[in-house]
């Protein structure tokens, strides 16, 4: 099955420096990688999704950049203010599958300090 | 629309006792997830619902039943609970035919003792 690494595991940076969460995935057939935000005591959110046909893919302040030959993704958020401080999970699936099955990462603590 | 709702929030049991934890949605959606979040392990699935009166294993399966008889509505059921099963439990759900969005319970936090 699938596998998901995320690093790092816990990321502090000052408020307007950019930050960036990696994510490595085993399954070359993944196609689809989303990634969910969670402020502390909340739900999961989706913030930004990404499909393997594309490389990059932007949101105002946050972009995700795809390497499917070397089966890694990543979560850019410039400028980052203190609501940016959550957890962030990535998740990697393969939507020709049958069912949608994600598997997602352990998550990143970002810490954004005024 | 409440969108997705999860009961209880909060819950205590002893180990060996039995629950049932409640996913509701309003959505119309058709497929449904139950998962379950223990720091730095981020989300696990326990078991997952494509359709009305369909259910199917995910990753953490052992302890844990699931019902889904009405399309709105999946259940997670511990027969016998045990300290492991303390977690944050949390229940989602999409659309389906091409929309990949997952929509969150505000959860549930069980602990076993």
């Known amino acids: 099955g699938e596998n998901v690494e995320q690093h790092p595991s816990t990321l502090s940076v000052q408020e307007g420096d950019s930050a960036v969460i990696k994510c490595t995935y085993s399954d070359s057939a993944s196609n689809y990688f989303p990634?969910?935000?969670q402020e502390l005591g909340k739900r999961p959110q989706l913030i930004i999704d990404i499909r393997s046909n594309v490389g990059e893919k932007k949101d105002q302040r946050i972009a995700?950049?795809?390497n499917k030959t070397a089966k890694h993704f990543s979560l850019h958020i410039t400028e980052t203010?203190?609501?940016d401080s959550a957890v962030y999970?990535?998740?990697a699936s393969n939507l020709s599958g049958g069912s949608y099955i994600p598997t997602f990462g352990r998550g990143t603590s970002l810490i954004v300090h005024p | 629309n409440a969108g997705?709702?999860?009961t209880p929030k909060f819950r205590v049991l002893k180990t060996g006792q039995s629950m049932t934890l409640l996913c509701a949605q309003d959505m119309n959606h058709e497929y449904m997830y139950w998962y379950r979040q223990d720091p730095g392990m981020g989300l696990r699935l326990i078991h997952y619902s494509v359709g009305e009166g369909t259910t199917a294993k995910g990753e953490v399966p052992d302890g844990y039943?699931?019902?889904r008889l009405k399309k709105q509505n999946f259940l997670l059921g511990l027969e016998s609970a045990a300290p492991s099963q303390t977690s944050v439990y949390f229940c989602a759900s999409r659309p389906g035919g091409g929309s990949y969005e997952q929509y969150f319970g505000p959860g549930t936090r069980l602990t076993v003792t």
């Open chain 1, 35 to 37: 990634w969910y935000k």
């Open chain 1, 64 to 66: 995700v950049t795809l």
């Open chain 1, 81 to 83: 203010q203190p609501e």
């Open chain 1, 89 to 91: 999970f990535c998740a």
């Open chain 2, 4 to 6: 997705v709702t999860q």
């Open chain 2, 65 to 67: 039943n699931v019902s």
